[in-house]
């Protein structure tokens, strides 16, 4: 089946760890982004890349890293810079030109 | 700054009930325009795309006003099963780069 994998659905993170989440697509999009979701609120853009090997900060970039090493693939770190990193995650990607974004199921993180 | 106002509702209706929804956008040159619902903890899945002036599909109609910058979703005979947070999405950035999302409408249908 087609679509957008995110994992793990649930995360835990300890003080000072960094922590990844994976995101994989096999529909062949050019773009990928990452958001977050905090309760009650909207979506807000942490990363996004329209190309390999090119991405682009967002809105709240601060304490978190990502790569673009293949097409398929855009996996977001959680750096221990990032002191509230409690929040639902969910990476999309986009077809070119104006399409939508599809989502993936997203990953649950909290703080142990 | 950039700027997606939903008003977050909720919205409490009868089966069977119309009710409209509207979001407004500050970015004049944005290009593209979605409606996503979202489930109770769930992701975000695209609802319709809104095109030109508008888009119909089924019981939900989507309408785009350039002018006054709003566009507003329409739900007919509203279900059960409608009862959801329903997002609009707005793009800015070159080539429609990315979206700005509003905060969501929350709607509940009860029978």
């Known amino acids: 089946d087609g679509g957008i994998t995110q994992s793990p659905k649930y995360l835990f993170r300890k003080e000072g760890q960094n922590v990844t989440l994976s995101c994989e697509q096999n529909?062949?999009?050019?773009?990928m982004y990452w958001y977050r979701q905090d309760p009650g609120q909207g979506l807000r853009l942490i990363y996004y890349s329209q190309i390999v090997n090119d991405f682009q900060k967002g809105d709240i970039a601060e304490g978190y890293s990502v790569s673009r090493e293949k097409k398929e693939s855009f996996p977001l770190t959680v750096t221990s810079a990032q002191k509230n990193p409690t929040a639902f995650y969910l990476c999309?990607?986009?077809?070119?030109?104006?399409?939508?974004?599809?989502f993936g199921d997203g990953t649950r993180l909290s703080i142990l | 700054r950039k700027e997606v106002e939903q008003d977050p509702g909720p919205f409490n209706v009868p089966e069977g009930a119309t009710v409209a929804f509207n979001c407004t956008y500050s970015n004049s040159a944005s290009q593209s325009f979605f409606w996503y619902r979202q489930d109770c903890r769930k992701e975000p899945k695209l609802l319709m795309s809104v095109y030109s002036s508008g888009n119909e599909d089924g019981r939900f109609t989507a309408q785009l006003n350039r002018a006054s910058q709003y566009i507003s979703l329409l739900i007919r005979d509203s279900k059960l099963s409608d009862s959801a947070t329903y997002l609009c999405a707005v793009n800015y950035g070159q080539a429609g780069t990315a979206l700005i999302f509003g905060k969501g409408t929350t709607l509940s249908v009860s029978s």
């Open positions: 529909l062949n999009h050019d773009a």
């Open positions: 999309a990607s986009r077809d070119f030109g104006n399409q939508p974004q599809h």
